[in-house]
């Protein structure tokens, strides 16, 4: 069996801009289908964790609200919270670098955090920060929905990015519809960079859990060997984080 995992929700009932109820988060649950209900299908859930100034008491406080957030949800339906893997996305500003305990952030057990880009261009203190996550605090970014940022970054600025030793590349799955990000996305893959999708889903309308749409688009759009790698690469990363 082939395990699949959607790298980005927001699947946790009432601590963000994502599902607001239990009911609502069981639902979107249920959109997973058939492979979450088997017990392929993993989902980590990335609340936003976004401050200006980071300190320990945040990370403390956030954890605690996160951790409530999912009891809720487990003590609703525990069969269905057993897939979920607890990690956060954490907006990249430069207070990460004055923070000790960033590893508490991190996606499962694995060292990988999730670092959502300020949505402005490319700057070279963005690269500084996620040299500081990787080399002194040790652990391994992630970067979320890189493709979001194409009207953004020139050519050589997502060619930093992706030159940084170990990262991971994270898109979204409702990327993939649109032609652009699709050619950026699928470009990424074939170059074999470690690239992982999520659907960054926040509700049940229109930012809904749509792994498996972008999985159809990618066994398309792949050839054999670059689809294999792609759930290969998946499936590596979800068992160092469950
Ligand atoms: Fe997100």
């Not at 990460?96 to 203190?125: A, H, R």
């Not at 600025?157 to 649109?178: G, H, M, R, T, W």
Request: net charge negative; charged share 25%; glycine share 4%.
């Amino acid at each position: 069996m082939i395990l699949t995992a959607d790298f980005h929700s927001h699947i946790l009932p009432g601590i963000d801009d994502g599902a607001q109820t239990v009911d609502e988060s069981l639902k979107m649950l249920d959109m997973m289908g058939q492979p979450f209900e088997d017990g392929s299908h993993y989902v980590v859930a990335t609340p936003h964790f976004k401050y200006h100034n980071v300190d320990d008491d945040l990370i403390n406080q956030y954890i605690s609200d996160r951790n409530i957030s999912f009891a809720k949800l487990k003590s609703a339906d525990a069969k269905k919270s057993k897939n979920i893997i607890l990690g956060s996305e954490v907006a990249l500003g430069r207070a990460l670098t004055e923070c000790n305990n960033l590893d508490k952030l991190v996606m499962g057990s694995s060292n990988i955090i999730m670092l959502e880009m300020p949505f402005q261009p490319y700057k070279p203190w963005m690269y500084e920060v996620v040299e500081k996550v990787r080399y002194t605090y040790k652990l391994t970014p992630m970067i979320a929905h890189f493709e979001r940022y194409a009207s953004l970054y020139r050519r050589e600025d997502y060619a930093e990015l992706f030159e940084f030793p170990d990262a991971i590349f994270q898109f979204n799955a409702s990327s993939l519809k649109v032609r652009k990000l699709r050619k950026l996305i699928i470009s990424a893959i074939e170059s074999g960079l470690p690239v992982v999708m999520g659907s960054d889903c926040h509700d049940t309308k229109s930012r809904i859990p749509d792994y498996h749409d972008g999985m159809h688009i990618l066994d398309k759009k792949l050839d054999e060997e670059a689809f294999y790698y792609f759930r290969n690469m998946s499936e590596n990363i979800i068992m160092e984080m469950k």
